[in-house]
């Protein structure tokens, strides 16, 4: 994409150079460092979320994200469905087709002539 000519310097200098990777190292290895940790600690984590979940003195909705946090672990998340209507005729957009068609060669003629009450005229002289 081309930049615009007006643009501050400042602008320009932001974009990636073309090939190139605008993170050749990769992540940072402290994320890495990070999630080994807490996949060392899950099974201390799950039973904190158990204990949470299963305890009635515990605040309601706390009790409900750590029973939601438990099933989304075991189970994975909900799959998300969408309904769509597919036509396969395509007979929608045939006449989208053929309206805008229709749109455009109207405004064709009213670049040649005149539109009165549907009645095309060409030239102001041929009138009756």
Known sequence: MARKQNEPEACKARGFQKGR?????????IIREVQEMAKDLTPALISNLFEIATDERANASARVQA???????????????VD??????????????????????LQAVEQQGQI????????KRSCP
């Open 116 to 123: 009165i009450e549907g009645e095309i005229i060409t030239d």
């Open 67 to 81: 029973s939601v946090a438990l099933l989304d672990r075991g189970w994975g998340r909900p799959k998300q469905s």
């Open 84 to 105: 769509v209507k597919v036509d396969h005729n395509a007979s929608g957009l045939a006449n989208a087709i053929a309206a805008a068609q229709e749109r455009m060669r």
């Open 21 to 29: 990777s605008g993170n050749p190292k990769g992540r940072p290895p």
